[in-house]
């Protein structure tokens, strides 16, 4: 993976990077490099249900809307 380093010196990259205060005036090094492509979920989804076509995981769900309830509340 390329990965690229910026020295920053001042506040010349401030208006496009979010700096925090405290490091506006110091030097700092900043990494620029690809986000690593997840990929989309339908995708793998889609992949998985072919691969295992007699797996049928949400079938004893009745009630979808009460189960996503039910997994929110586990949250709280």
Same mark, same amino acid.
């Given at each position: ?31 620029? *490099? ?37 997994? *929110?509340?586990?949250?709280?």
């Amino acid at each position: 993976m390329q990965e690229y380093t910026v020295i920053k010196k001042g506040s010349s990259i401030h208006h496009c990077i979010k700096i925090p205060e405290d490091f506006l005036y110091k030097d700092l090094e900043i990494k620029i *490099r690809p986000l690593k492509d997840t990929g989309k979920i339908s995708i793998k989804l889609e992949s998985l249900f072919k691969k295992y076509p007699g797996i049928k995981p949400f079938v004893e769900i009745k009630d979808p809307k009460k189960w996503q309830q039910e997994l *929110r509340d586990e949250w709280k």
